[in-house]
């Protein structure tokens, strides 16, 4: 088992920045890739950026390409989400999430363990 605790939330304003972190425990040398995903009011959860463990590898929606960074820090069993240039619809709650397997990486449903979300609001 994967235990996996998301913080650094919070309100923003539009055009600023989030540094989100997730903190994973337990069985850690079982994890295969990490990603974020995030939830808005009425919608479903979407993929935002994922990684392997090894961080060889790191992969984007087109949503947020270019504003936000995943990075991994392996000696810490930490990932981060920097999110630059917020916008009011980057509002949502923000799940971290780890998986054993390659597989479908886009999909929430694939994906073996998650945190219990933060919130990010951007808004004046």
């Known amino acids: 088992q994967v235990l996996l605790v998301e913080s650094g939330g919070g309100v923003v304003q539009p055009g600023g920045s989030l540094r989100l972190s997730c903190t994973s425990s337990?069985?850690?040398?079982?994890?295969?890739?990490m990603a974020w995903f995030r939830q808005a009011p009425g919608k479903e959860r979407a993929f935002v950026a994922g990684t392997l463990s090894s961080g060889s590898n790191k992969w984007y929606a087109d949503s947020v390409n270019g504003r936000i960074t995943i990075s991994r820090d392996n000696a810490k069993n930490a990932v981060y989400l920097q999110m630059n240039n917020l916008k009011p619809e980057d509002t949502a709650i923000y799940y971290c999430?780890?998986?054993?397997?390659?597989?479908?990486?886009?999909?929430?449903?694939?994906?073996?363990?998650w945190g219990q979300g933060t919130q990010v609001t951007v808004s004046s």
């Open positions: 337990g069985r850690t040398s079982s994890i295969y890739a």
């Open positions: 999430a780890a998986r054993r397997l390659p597989g479908s990486y886009y999909s929430p449903g694939t994906w073996d363990f």
